[in-house]
């Protein structure tokens, strides 16, 4: 089990670690392009085909390279400096950016160049991942890891929150999407200075050569680990049936009756809630019964999905998503607790690389899923049976997974 010990530091005790401050710089800025990027890519697609099932498949497209790729990720996040790693990924980021900055200046009409993109993208995120969150412990010490993880999901979702709205404004002032890929190039330009620019020590890599065995290694400890096991997989059942972000261009446009704006809006309205969450553990750490807690804000993920989904108004529905990405966070922060406390610092790489997997099969298989389901039954009927099945899924993960509910303290897993 890793040596990291979990304190109650409130404030922003994390923030003084300068190379900390770099990595969540970048990581704002990372995000904040990435953001502005989707809304733009979302209503550009949806205006060429004006088929909900083709937002499916951008989140399909972005999924893929992360399964044929999560293998070689995690073995490299393990074996090769990860501040090197990062900084070649965050050039990825901007590299894509600019590339559907390229194709849009060149008035493309067909959505295959902008999959082709989103595919590439798909790449580099499938290193990013496991390599960012396994260089978050080597910023901080372990006393002060909570309140790093809780800054971190504040950086970032307040990048969330930013970008769609700014994404929005400036798709609708612009009427297109070169001005929102212009700022999304420049935003990921600026989070790979910064990644340039962190100092940190480097643990000494193990030289194993790659192999199944080694590349497998990270199945095998969350499969022996069902704490962890179960809370990242009641994540991706619970996002995958329960996400309704993917359909927020067809619901903002066809139900709600609002333009590029009000999808700016929407989408940053999840991310609202998460920071305000993420602020509250910052400043009050979880303490007792964290796996309880967890189940219920699951529980919680899925009944506003459902208010979501049969709501017609705008101020219900942005309610309903704060909700949705206040009740998710905590299930990220304790997922992530969970996962850095329980893991040896020379194993990090592959499992985050699993959980990645994990990851981005509840968000960008998840899009393809609504879409699907979309396509087949309607939006209403599809965000609702979402949220009705994420519900039936947390209370069989609460029988199937006791561990989740008798878990009482963050750094005192339950046998």
């Not at 990435?34 to 951008?58: C, F, H, N, S």
């Not at 985050?352 to 396509?375: K, P, Y």
């Amino acid at each position: 089990m890793a040596a990291l010990e979990i304190s109650k530091a409130t404030g922003r005790i994390a923030s003084t670690y300068p190379s900390l401050v770099l990595f969540q710089l970048a990581r704002f800025f990372l995000v904040l392009a990435t953001e502005m990027q989707a809304v733009a890519v979302g209503w550009q697609v949806y205006e060429i085909t004006k088929r909900p099932l083709d937002l499916g498949l951008v989140g399909l497209a972005q999924f893929l390279p992360g399964i044929f790729l999560f293998l070689v990720s995690g073995h490299a996040a393990d074996r090769y400096p990860r501040r090197n790693l990062l900084v070649l990924c965050y050039c990825g980021f901007t590299l894509c950016s600019g590339s559907l900055l390229f194709l849009t200046l060149r008035g493309v009409h067909s959505v295959y160049p902008i999959f082709a993109v989103t595919v590439l993208l798909g790449v580099v995120r499938s290193f990013n991942g496991p390599v960012s969150r396994a260089f978050l412990p080597q910023l901080v010490s372990g006393k002060d890891f909570q309140n790093a993880v809780a800054w971190y999901s504040i950086f970032i979702q307040s990048a969330v929150i930013l970008g769609p709205s700014l994404g929005g404004l400036v798709y609708a002032a612009f009427r297109g999407p070169a001005a929102v890929y212009t700022l999304s190039f420049i935003a990921a330009a600026l989070g790979a200075m910064s990644t340039v620019a962190i100092k940190a020590q480097s643990n000494p890599r193990p030289g194993e050569p790659m192999s199944w065995k080694t590349m497998l290694a990270g199945f095998h400890y969350i499969r022996r680990e069902r704490l962890i096991l179960g809370s990242i997989s009641l994540d991706l059942f619970a996002v995958l049936l329960g996400g309704a972000v993917a359909l927020l261009p067809v619901y903002a446009r066809e139900i709600l009756k609002t333009g590029p704006w009000g999808l700016g809006i929407l989408r940053s309205a999840p991310a609202a809630g998460a920071a305000t969450m993420a602020a509250l553990i910052a400043r009050k750490p979880l303490g007792q019964r964290t796996g309880s807690t967890m189940l219920w804000c699951v529980a919680g993920f899925g009944a506003a999905t459902i208010v979501f989904g049969l709501s017609r108004s705008l101020t219900i529905s942005l309610i309903a998503l704060l909700l949705v990405g206040a009740t998710d966070m905590v299930s990220v922060i304790v997922r992530q607790l969970f996962i850095q406390v329980s893991t040896p610092d020379e194993m990090r790489g592959r499992v985050n690389a699993v959980d990645m997997i994990f990851v981005g099969a509840s968000n960008e298989l998840g899009q393809f899923e609504s879409g699907l389901t979309a396509h087949w039954f309607g939006v209403v009927p599809a965000i609702v049976l979402g949220g009705l099945g994420t519900l039936a899924v947390t209370a069989w993960w609460a029988w199937y997974f006791p561990e989740l509910r008798k878990t009482e303290k963050l750094d005192s897993p339950a046998p």
